[in-house]
C-alpha cells in the first residue's frame, strides 16, 4: 500500500472521510480498513455495518471481504435493503400483521393513476420526478416551488406533477402499499418514536462505513445519522469529480462538508492512480481543471486518439473496425467497452456490431456498480452504467455537442455534473482511449452536429499540458526510426522505405515546430503511433486523413493541407 492509503486503513479517529480519486484503489482501502480495525480489536464484525449504492457493490465488497478472516462477518447491503430487514423485524416485534406489500417496480404502479394518452418519455418523466422529491425529502405539496429553485425540467407542468405525485401516495395508502423510498421513511421514524428502539440499533451496529458517499441523498443521509449513536464510529470513502447523480437526487455536500456534519473528523485524501495510462490521466485531468491532480503509476501507453466520421453509422464502423483490429494477443473483446452519453446513441453501434459479428452486450443502467462480470463480448453502456468500471480499451462515442453537455443541461451545477460525467467516462480506461463524433446524425430527421466543447478543449493545441512525458524529442524521433527499420524491406521496396524515412522526418520536423511554438511537446501534435499511420498510408487527401484514427479532428483542421503537402 501506499502511505496515504495505509493511513487511512489504521486511522482510529472515530469520524473519517476518504477522499479517493479515480483508481486510486478506494474498495481495497474500505475493505482493508474493515479488517485492519477487526484485527487491531478496536471494532467487532458482528456490530459493525457496511453500505454501498448498489447490489453488485455490495455484493463486491461481501466477495473481498470473504477472503479477510473475519471481516466477512461484517453486515453488508444497500441502505434499502439494511433498511427494509430493520423494518420488517420492527413490524415483528409490534405485532404489525397487516403489513404493507413492497412493490419493487414503481413505474407500473404509477401508470395506473396517469392518463392513457401518456407516452413513454412523459410516464418516465413523472416517475423521475417523484423519486427526486423523495429522495430529496419533498412533499407533494412543497414540489412546485422546491422544482423550480432546483431549475428542473418542466417537460409536464409542475402543478400536474405534483398532483399526481398526490395521487400515488394516496393509491399507496389505500391500498397498503409501499416502495423502496418509503422503507427508508420508516426506518428513520421508528428509530425517532422509540428511543429505547433507537438505542438497540446503535449497540447493534456501532461502526459504520459508507461506499461512494458522494452518491447519498438527503433520505439515507437522514438515516444515517438515525443510525449513529452517541458512540458510533463512521468511515465514508468518496470522490466529490465522480459525483453524477444530482439529477436523481443525490446531493455531493454531505461528503464536500463532512467536517460540518461531523466536527472532530478526519480527512485522507488518495492521490496515487492505479488504473490509466499517464496520457489518459492527463487528458482526463484536463477536463476538471480545478480537482486535486492524480499521480500517474501505470507505465507509459499510446495517446487518446479523437478523431470525426461522416454519421453516425459511419462511426459505428469505424468503432466496429478498430475494436477488431485491437482484439489481438492478450487483448480480447471482454477488455473493450463502448461508452455512450444516451440510449438513444446505442442502436446504431449495435446494429453495426451485429452486422459485422462483434458479440457484444449492451448493459442497462441499473447493472451499474463494481465487479460486473464480463464474458468475451464487448460492452456498450452509459457513462452512468459505466461508472465503478473499468476496461483496458475504452471506445467513448458521439461526443457532440447536445450530448456532451447534454442539451437541457441549462445551469451552472447542471453542467458541472455534466463535465464530471465526461471525466467518469474517460477515466474508465486503463490502457487506450478512443473518442469519436459523428459530423451528422439522424434524431427524427437528419441533422449536421459539431463536436463537444469538451473535444475543442482537448484538441486545443494552444494550451500547453501540464503532463511532463518521460519521452524527449530526440527518443521520440529514435522510436520512429527503429519502428521503419524494423521492417522487412526487399531490394526493390528500399527506395520507397527511404522515401517513407525522409517523410517521417519531415513529419517530427513539423511536430516539433508546432510545439514549440504552442509552447506543448511535440507527442501532444502527433503520436508516434500518427507518424507511422501517416507514413504507411500516405493520405493524399483530407478525406484520407479523416480516415486515419490516430490523427485528430483538429490536427486535420489546422494542419491537414501541411501533412498532404510532405506526401505529395
Partial sequence: MTESQFDAVRSDT?????????????????????????????????????????????????????????????ETGTFHSIAYRQVKARWKDLGIRDEPDLISNRGRYLSRILPKSFNNTEHNFILSEISWA?????????YISEAGNAGRLDIIPFASVA??????????????FIDFDDIIQLAIEFLAEDPNYAEARHWKFRDLFVDEFQDVNPLQFALLQAWLGPTSSLTVVGDPCQAIYSWNGADSRFLNNFEKYFPDSQTITLKDNFRSSPEILALSSSILPTMESLNPKMQS??????????????????????????AIGNITLGDQAVLVRTHAQIPPIAEVFKDQDIKFRVASDSESGAGAGRG???????????????????????????FHPIAHANTELALG??????????????????ISWARNRSLGSKRSRKPSTYIKELSNLLDPTPFKFVSDTKVLSQRIRAFLSSRNITDHQRNTTDREKSCADKL????????KANDSKPEIVLSDDAIA??????????????????VSSVVIDRFGEQIIEIFS
Fill in 14 to 74: 472515530r469520524h473519517l472521510r476518504i477522499l479517493a480519486g479515480a483508481g486510486t484503489g478506494k474498495t481495497r482501502v474500505l475493505t482493508h480498513r474493515i479488517a485492519y480495525q477487526i484485527n487491531a480489536i478496536r471494532i467487532e464484525p458482528e456490530h459493525s455495518l457496511c453500505l454501498a449504492f448498489t447490489n453488485k457493490a455490495a455484493n463486491e465488497i461481501k466477495r473481498r471481504m470473504g477472503q479477510m478472516g473475519e471481516a466477512s462477518l461484517v
Fill in 134 to 142: 423523495t429522495a430529496r425529502r419533498i412533499s407533494a405539496d412543497d
Fill in 163 to 176: 398532483e399526481y405525485f398526490r395521487k400515488y401516495s394516496e393509491l399507496k395508502r389505500k391500498e397498503n
Fill in 301 to 326: 501507453g499510446r495517446l487518446p486518439t479523437i478523431r470525426a466520421e461522416l454519421n453516425e453509422y459511419e462511426e459505428a464502423r469505424s468503432v466496429a473496425s478498430l475494436v477488431k483490429e485491437l
Fill in 376 to 402: 468475451d463480448e464487448v460492452e456498450i453502456l452509459t457513462l452512468h452504467a459505466a461508472k465503478g468500471l473499468e476496461w483496458k480499451i475504452v471506445h467513448l462515442c458521439g461526443v457532440e455537442e447536445g
Fill in 417 to 434: 455534473e455534466e463535465r464530471r460525467l465526461f471525466f467518469v467516462g474517460l477515466t474508465r480506461a486503463e490502457e487506450e482511449l478512443h
Fill in 508 to 515: 517530427d520536423s513539423m511536430r516539433r515546430n508546432i510545439a
Fill in 533 to 550: 499511420a501517416l507514413v504507411s498510408i500516405k493520405p493524399k487527401s483530407i478525406q484520407d486523413l479523416d480516415k486515419i484514427p490516430q
